[in-house]
T-cell receptor, first 111, second 109 residues
Protein backbone atom coordinates (compact mmCIF):
# COMPACT_ATOMS: atom_id res chain seq x y z
CA UNK A 1 0.00 0.00 0.00
CA UNK A 2 1.07 3.56 -0.68
CA UNK A 3 2.36 5.63 2.25
CA UNK A 4 -0.11 8.41 1.39
CA UNK A 5 -3.43 7.53 -0.22
CA UNK A 6 -5.71 10.09 -1.79
CA UNK A 7 -9.28 9.46 -2.88
CA UNK A 8 -10.75 9.95 -5.38
CA UNK A 9 -8.01 10.01 -8.04
CA UNK A 10 -10.22 11.91 -10.46
CA UNK A 11 -13.45 13.80 -9.94
CA UNK A 12 -15.72 15.91 -12.09
CA UNK A 13 -18.27 17.99 -10.22
CA UNK A 14 -20.69 20.78 -10.95
CA UNK A 15 -20.43 24.40 -9.84
CA UNK A 16 -21.98 24.89 -6.42
CA UNK A 17 -21.64 21.31 -5.26
CA UNK A 18 -19.89 20.38 -2.03
CA UNK A 19 -17.04 17.95 -2.47
CA UNK A 20 -14.63 16.22 -0.10
CA UNK A 21 -11.15 14.97 -0.93
CA UNK A 22 -9.74 12.41 1.46
CA UNK A 23 -6.21 11.61 2.50
CA UNK A 24 -4.78 8.90 4.72
CA UNK A 25 -1.19 8.09 5.62
CA UNK A 26 0.62 5.12 7.07
CA UNK A 27 3.91 6.90 7.88
CA UNK A 28 2.89 7.59 11.48
CA UNK A 29 3.72 11.27 11.05
CA UNK A 30 1.95 14.04 12.92
CA UNK A 31 2.11 16.68 10.18
CA UNK A 32 -0.19 16.73 7.16
CA UNK A 33 -0.71 19.22 4.34
CA UNK A 34 -2.99 20.02 1.42
CA UNK A 35 -1.62 21.69 -1.73
CA UNK A 36 -3.06 22.55 -5.09
CA UNK A 37 -1.01 22.67 -8.26
CA UNK A 38 -1.84 24.71 -11.33
CA UNK A 39 0.28 25.01 -14.48
CA UNK A 40 2.85 27.78 -14.07
CA UNK A 41 1.92 28.44 -10.44
CA UNK A 42 3.66 25.57 -8.71
CA UNK A 43 2.49 24.04 -5.44
CA UNK A 44 0.39 26.34 -3.29
CA UNK A 45 -0.44 25.54 0.33
CA UNK A 46 -4.14 25.41 1.23
CA UNK A 47 -4.14 24.12 4.83
CA UNK A 48 -1.79 22.32 7.14
CA UNK A 49 -1.98 20.49 10.45
CA UNK A 50 0.91 19.77 12.79
CA UNK A 51 -1.12 17.45 15.00
CA UNK A 52 -4.71 16.30 15.47
CA UNK A 53 -5.72 19.42 17.39
CA UNK A 54 -3.88 21.88 15.16
CA UNK A 55 -5.28 23.37 11.93
CA UNK A 56 -3.68 26.29 10.07
CA UNK A 57 -4.56 28.23 6.95
CA UNK A 58 -2.12 28.35 4.10
CA UNK A 59 -1.75 30.97 1.40
CA UNK A 60 -4.95 30.08 -0.50
CA UNK A 61 -7.47 28.80 2.05
CA UNK A 62 -10.51 30.82 0.88
CA UNK A 63 -13.26 28.50 -0.37
CA UNK A 64 -11.75 25.46 1.35
CA UNK A 65 -12.08 23.80 4.74
CA UNK A 66 -10.35 20.83 6.35
CA UNK A 67 -10.93 18.20 8.99
CA UNK A 68 -8.25 16.23 10.83
CA UNK A 69 -10.15 13.16 11.92
CA UNK A 70 -7.16 11.26 13.28
CA UNK A 71 -3.37 11.31 13.11
CA UNK A 72 -3.60 9.41 9.84
CA UNK A 73 -6.52 11.21 8.18
CA UNK A 74 -6.84 14.73 6.78
CA UNK A 75 -9.76 15.70 4.55
CA UNK A 76 -10.19 18.75 2.33
CA UNK A 77 -13.65 20.11 1.49
CA UNK A 78 -14.80 22.55 -1.13
CA UNK A 79 -18.00 23.97 0.33
CA UNK A 80 -19.36 25.30 -2.96
CA UNK A 81 -17.12 24.36 -5.87
CA UNK A 82 -16.33 26.92 -8.56
CA UNK A 83 -14.56 26.44 -11.92
CA UNK A 84 -11.33 28.16 -10.83
CA UNK A 85 -10.89 25.43 -8.24
CA UNK A 86 -10.17 23.05 -11.09
CA UNK A 87 -6.67 21.80 -10.31
CA UNK A 88 -4.49 18.92 -9.20
CA UNK A 89 -4.67 18.50 -5.41
CA UNK A 90 -1.95 16.87 -3.34
CA UNK A 91 -1.88 15.69 0.23
CA UNK A 92 1.46 15.26 2.00
CA UNK A 93 2.80 14.19 5.36
CA UNK A 94 6.05 14.78 7.23
CA UNK A 95 7.71 14.55 10.58
CA UNK A 96 9.34 17.65 11.99
CA UNK A 97 12.65 17.42 10.17
CA UNK A 98 12.39 15.33 7.02
CA UNK A 99 10.92 16.21 3.67
CA UNK A 100 7.41 15.46 2.66
CA UNK A 101 5.88 12.27 1.35
CA UNK A 102 3.21 13.12 -1.20
CA UNK A 103 0.14 11.26 -2.34
CA UNK A 104 -0.56 10.56 -6.00
CA UNK A 105 -2.96 13.47 -6.27
CA UNK A 106 -6.61 14.11 -7.05
CA UNK A 107 -7.46 15.70 -10.38
CA UNK A 108 -10.56 17.82 -9.79
CA UNK A 109 -12.60 19.39 -12.56
CA UNK A 110 -15.42 21.81 -11.74
CA UNK A 111 -17.81 22.37 -14.63
CA UNK B 1 9.65 36.21 4.02
CA UNK B 2 11.23 33.01 2.74
CA UNK B 3 11.44 32.88 -1.04
CA UNK B 4 12.57 30.35 -3.62
CA UNK B 5 13.24 31.07 -7.28
CA UNK B 6 14.08 28.30 -9.74
CA UNK B 7 15.68 28.78 -13.12
CA UNK B 8 15.31 28.12 -15.92
CA UNK B 9 11.57 27.45 -16.10
CA UNK B 10 12.16 24.89 -18.82
CA UNK B 11 15.28 23.19 -20.15
CA UNK B 12 15.67 21.00 -23.19
CA UNK B 13 18.77 18.81 -23.43
CA UNK B 14 20.09 16.24 -25.83
CA UNK B 15 20.78 12.86 -24.31
CA UNK B 16 24.25 12.97 -22.76
CA UNK B 17 24.36 16.78 -22.58
CA UNK B 18 25.14 17.69 -18.97
CA UNK B 19 23.65 20.79 -17.35
CA UNK B 20 22.58 22.36 -14.06
CA UNK B 21 19.33 23.59 -12.58
CA UNK B 22 19.39 26.54 -10.19
CA UNK B 23 17.45 27.21 -6.98
CA UNK B 24 18.06 30.65 -5.46
CA UNK B 25 16.67 31.38 -2.03
CA UNK B 26 16.29 33.93 0.72
CA UNK B 27 15.56 32.63 4.19
CA UNK B 28 15.84 33.84 7.77
CA UNK B 29 17.40 30.62 8.98
CA UNK B 30 17.89 27.61 6.73
CA UNK B 31 17.10 24.28 8.34
CA UNK B 32 17.03 22.28 5.10
CA UNK B 33 16.89 22.55 1.30
CA UNK B 34 14.98 19.79 -0.47
CA UNK B 35 14.93 18.59 -4.07
CA UNK B 36 12.00 16.67 -5.54
CA UNK B 37 11.26 15.09 -8.90
CA UNK B 38 7.72 15.22 -10.29
CA UNK B 39 6.46 13.26 -13.27
CA UNK B 40 3.33 14.54 -15.08
CA UNK B 41 0.14 13.88 -13.13
CA UNK B 42 1.99 12.35 -10.19
CA UNK B 43 3.03 13.50 -6.75
CA UNK B 44 6.54 14.86 -6.16
CA UNK B 45 9.12 12.28 -5.13
CA UNK B 46 11.89 13.09 -2.69
CA UNK B 47 15.45 13.22 -4.04
CA UNK B 48 17.77 15.00 -1.60
CA UNK B 49 18.00 17.05 1.56
CA UNK B 50 20.89 19.49 2.07
CA UNK B 51 21.40 21.09 5.46
CA UNK B 52 24.43 23.36 5.27
CA UNK B 53 26.52 25.30 2.76
CA UNK B 54 29.16 23.14 1.12
CA UNK B 55 27.15 19.96 1.41
CA UNK B 56 26.78 17.74 -1.65
CA UNK B 57 24.67 14.64 -2.32
CA UNK B 58 24.57 12.30 -5.30
CA UNK B 59 22.17 9.79 -6.74
CA UNK B 60 22.89 8.15 -10.07
CA UNK B 61 23.24 10.99 -12.62
CA UNK B 62 22.13 13.70 -10.19
CA UNK B 63 24.23 15.72 -7.79
CA UNK B 64 22.85 18.45 -5.53
CA UNK B 65 25.03 21.18 -4.03
CA UNK B 66 24.32 24.02 -1.61
CA UNK B 67 25.77 27.48 -1.00
CA UNK B 68 24.49 30.19 1.31
CA UNK B 69 22.32 31.68 -1.44
CA UNK B 70 21.57 28.92 -3.91
CA UNK B 71 21.45 25.25 -4.67
CA UNK B 72 22.28 23.49 -7.90
CA UNK B 73 21.05 20.21 -9.26
CA UNK B 74 23.68 18.95 -11.67
CA UNK B 75 22.61 16.38 -14.22
CA UNK B 76 25.46 14.41 -15.79
CA UNK B 77 24.92 12.65 -19.13
CA UNK B 78 21.13 12.72 -18.84
CA UNK B 79 18.85 10.11 -20.34
CA UNK B 80 15.28 10.52 -21.61
CA UNK B 81 13.97 8.93 -18.39
CA UNK B 82 15.36 11.92 -16.49
CA UNK B 83 12.70 14.09 -18.12
CA UNK B 84 10.50 15.51 -15.34
CA UNK B 85 9.85 18.67 -13.36
CA UNK B 86 12.38 19.26 -10.61
CA UNK B 87 11.25 21.19 -7.54
CA UNK B 88 13.28 22.69 -4.74
CA UNK B 89 11.87 23.67 -1.35
CA UNK B 90 13.05 25.46 1.78
CA UNK B 91 12.58 24.47 5.38
CA UNK B 92 13.25 27.28 7.86
CA UNK B 93 11.82 25.86 11.05
CA UNK B 94 8.34 25.20 12.41
CA UNK B 95 6.56 26.18 9.18
CA UNK B 96 5.63 24.28 6.03
CA UNK B 97 8.10 23.93 3.19
CA UNK B 98 8.25 26.80 0.71
CA UNK B 99 8.36 25.42 -2.84
CA UNK B 100 9.76 26.93 -6.00
CA UNK B 101 7.76 26.72 -9.22
CA UNK B 102 10.05 24.11 -10.66
CA UNK B 103 12.18 23.51 -13.73
CA UNK B 104 10.66 21.37 -16.47
CA UNK B 105 13.42 19.22 -17.95
CA UNK B 106 13.11 17.47 -21.30
CA UNK B 107 15.87 15.11 -22.44
CA UNK B 108 15.73 14.23 -26.12
CA UNK B 109 17.18 10.96 -27.44
Amino acid sequence: DADVTQTPRNRITKTGKRIMLECSQTKGHDRMYWYRQDPGLGLRLIYYSFDVKDINKGEISDGYSVSRQAQAKFSLSLESAIPNQTALYFCATSDSVDGYTFGSGTRLTVV
Amino acid sequence: EDQVTQSPEALRLQEGESSSLNCSYTVSGLRGLFWYRQDPGKGPEFLFTLYSAGEEKEKERLKATLTKKESFLHITAPKPEDSATYLCALYSGNTPLVFGKGTRLSVIA
